[in-house]
């Protein structure tokens, strides 16, 4: 499964910023999909995630009530869609994916997802 991210960009502390990730492979209808991100300095952290066939949503404690993750299986995209930022949400954000029907482990770690995309950064500004 090859992943591509887009939608990242420079904004100010309380907006909004709509991420996506398309796959290339229709087996992205039975993947759980995540979103990560890395600050500088910091280690790579869980985000947002997805599962698959049922879709239920999970999120990071930072970022409940903010983010919401969606996905699109007719047009193999996932959205995260990214409200009231904050600039402690400045990272490079990468999506992910498996081919499992679970999100991994209660707060997913990088390494159980084996299909990474490049990465987009997000940078907001106070």
């Known amino acids: 499964v090859q992943l591509q991210a887009s939608g990242g960009g420079l904004v100010q502390a309380g907006d909004s910023l709509r991420l996506s990730c398309a796959a290339s492979?229709?087996?992205?209808?039975?993947?759980?999909m995540g979103w990560f991100r890395q600050a500088p300095g910091k280690e790579r952290e869980f985000v947002a995630g997805v599962s698959w066939p049922s879709g239920s949503p999970r999120y990071v404690d930072s970022v409940k009530g903010r983010f919401t993750i969606s996905r699109d299986n007719a047009k193999n995209t996932v959205h995260l869609q990214m409200n009231s930022l904050k600039p402690e949400d400045t990272a490079v954000y990468y999506c992910?994916?498996?081919?499992?029907?679970?999100?991994?482990?209660?707060?997913?770690?990088?390494?159980?997802?084996?299909?990474w995309g490049q990465g987009t950064q997000v940078t907001v500004s106070s």
């Open positions: 492979e229709r087996t992205f209808s039975l993947s759980t």
């Open positions: 992910a994916a498996r081919l499992h029907r679970t999100l991994g482990s209660q707060l997913p770690r990088g390494n159980e997802y084996p299909y």
